[in-house]
């Protein structure tokens, strides 16, 4: 097929999994444009945009950036129809990375766009399929054999694929918001998360049980009318069975079936030294801050970067508080798939704090955050939902700080509790101001048991002397998860929550302010608790004294 060259403009707007995406703007771009098609070890044709800079010869080499997705269908992107067809570029800075020389290949996962064969959510063939086109590209006249992934959410979990996979020629990775583990993704511990109903709501209304009817219809997107014939038949193509299969999985809450054992990646990536560029928003309502922290923990040696910090499901071009992203994301690439001479700005992990300021940091979790116990107070609560009622929740509070504390990783909790295992338990913990003004730091749920173990969301958090923590212990956060209320009482009897406190003073050290997501956040999960609740729910709290740097 001839390249043809094409204007475009890159737009700012995106969606994944039916969150909205805000990107770095664009501006105009022109590029060469072709169309492949490769055959997969298992016959199926995966479909292939292939974008170069206007002016490049065929036989010239370039670097290659590849992005492997399921929702760059020519007619539509995910909702959005596309009525010019083409290539789908929205969100993915295609003209930053043109303008920097490299050849930006855009890939239609298996079932999806242009490609044929049965969606697979994360699992062996879809690997297979990230390896197959990474290692394509690799091998072409016009490719320097190093190619870089790039994405974010669904198109940063191919990338993490890439990592598993381990196919030749891959250089680098991107990830941003990525799905490391999708049972964790639609669970949490068996309990359904929800997901927003943007534009018109960020709150959670879409149980996670949706997500397979939500890509089975992104795999039914017809082919655009001025596409060739094999893409509107890989299109058109329709397996009720794979579809059946598909909703029956994705459905199933049991973390122990094969169908989700096989697709955890946290361990397939263990050890990998390929470098990688991981981002992940602490406020993330979408893929939160869950298992992502175990899988940058499980990486071998190598040049690996992160940033973590106070921003929903997004990259940081723009909207996170501190204008660097953009250079460090394009030194990563040009130092690791270019083999450019350069240095990559910035620290080996930058943290944006939940007070707007900013630090680099080696390792996060940091080293020396250490667990502090909260006893919680015996109390009892109904597990009953939607259904309002005073008796849902057990508040135990911490003495006022005598000292600044800063929660830095993954809070625990250890409950004792009588009840039925068809309820659950919800912790959630507070930054409790003097004037009672409590302010969510992060959650957890499980299954009610005689011993739940509750892992909460992870967060960098510095609480003010003079601040309380709170936590208190529900049933469950209905705009968070989605749970049948079992309409029975259940008994705590005691328990602990260990909280990640640093022993070390942080001094902030790059510049930088509020991202979007902290006045979000704070408008949507602050309460006012009255004086009566605090001063008689009161723990004592063995706060240890912190050093200075």
Not at 441 to 457: D, E, M, W
Not at 458 to 483: C, E, L, S, Y
Not at 506 to 520: F, M, Q, S, V, Y
Request: charged content about 20%; aromatic content about 10%; overall charge negative.
């Amino acid at each position: 097929m001839r390249w043809r060259v094409v204007a475009v403009v890159a737009a700012t707007l995106g969606m994944v999994f039916g969150a909205v995406l805000p990107m770095r703007a664009a501006a105009e771009a022109a590029y060469q444009h072709r169309q492949e098609f490769i055959t997969a070890p298992d016959g199926t044709r995966l479909h292939a945009d292939v974008l170069r800079p206007v002016g490049v010869a065929d036989d010239v080499r370039t670097p290659v950036i590849m992005t492997v997705s399921p929702y760059r269908a020519h007619l539509a992107y995910l909702s959005q129809p596309r009525l010019g067809g083409g290539p789908s570029t929205k969100d993915l800075s295609v003209e930053m990375f043109l303008a920097a020389g490299y050849t930006y290949v855009i890939v239609d996962l298996r079932g999806f766009g242009g490609s044929n064969g049965c969606p697979d959510f994360g699992g062996p063939n879809e690997r297979s399929d990230v390896k197959t086109a990474v290692e394509w590209a690799a091998g072409q006249p016009w490719s320097t054999g190093r190619v870089g992934l790039t994405g974010i959410s669904y198109e940063a979990w191919t990338g993490i694929m890439g990592l598993a996979a381990r196919p030749a020629g891959l250089a680098a990775v991107a990830a941003f918001a990525p799905v490391v583990d999708p049972y964790s993704y639609l669970y949490m511990q068996g309990i359904a998360w929800k997901f927003s109903g943007k534009p018109v709501t960020e709150s959670g209304v879409r149980p996670g049980d949706l997500a397979g009817m939500e890509h089975v219809l992104i795999a039914s997107t017809p082919g655009h009318w001025a596409d060739s014939a094999e893409y509107q038949a890989n299109a058109s193509s329709f397996d009720p069975g794979c579809f059946q299969r598909y909703l029956s999985e994705t459905g199933n809450h049991d973390p122990a079936t094969r169908f989700w054992q096989e697709r955890d990646l946290v361990e397939q990536v263990r050890g990998s030294t390929i470098p990688l560029f991981l981002g992940q928003g602490f406020v993330d309502y979408n893929t939160r801050a869950h298992r992502v922290f175990e899988l940058w923990d499980a990486l071998g040696p190598g040049e690996h970067k992160a940033w973590f910090g106070q921003w929903g499901h997004r990259n940081c071009f723009e909207k996170c508080g501190t204008p660097f992203f953009g250079d460090e994301l394009m030194g990563f690439f040009d130092k690791h798939v270019a083999r450019r001479d350069v240095t990559v700005p910035g620290p080996r992990v930058t943290v944006g704090q939940f007070d707007g300021r900013w630090r680099g940091e080696q390792t996060w979790p940091p080293a020396d955050a250490r667990p502090v116990s909260v006893a919680v107070r015996p109390g009892a609560y109904t597990d009953r939902g939607l259904v309002p009622g005073p008796d849902r929740d057990v508040w135990s509070f911490s003495q006022p700080l005598a000292q600044d504390q800063h929660f830095a990783g993954v809070s625990t909790a250890t409950l004792h509790l009588d009840g039925p295992a068809e309820a659950t338990v919800t912790v959630e913990l507070y930054d409790v101001a003097p004037d009672g003004r409590a302010t969510v730091i992060t959650r957890g749920i499980a299954p009610v048991s005689a011993t739940a173990n509750v892992r909460l969301l992870a967060q960098d958090w510095p609480i003010p002397a003079g601040h309380r923590i709170g936590v208190r212990i529900t049933d469950v956060i209905d705009d968070v998860w989605a749970h049948p209320p079992a309409f029975a009482r259940v008994t705590l009897t005691g328990g602990q929550v260990r909280l990640p406190l640093l022993e070390t003073v942080r001094t902030p050290d790059i510049p930088g302010g509020l991202t979007e997501g902290i006045p979000k956040w704070r408008a949507e999960k602050t309460i006012t608790l009255p004086p009566e609740l605090v001063n008689n729910a009161t723990v004592t709290v063995d706060f240890p004294p912190r050093a200075t740097r």
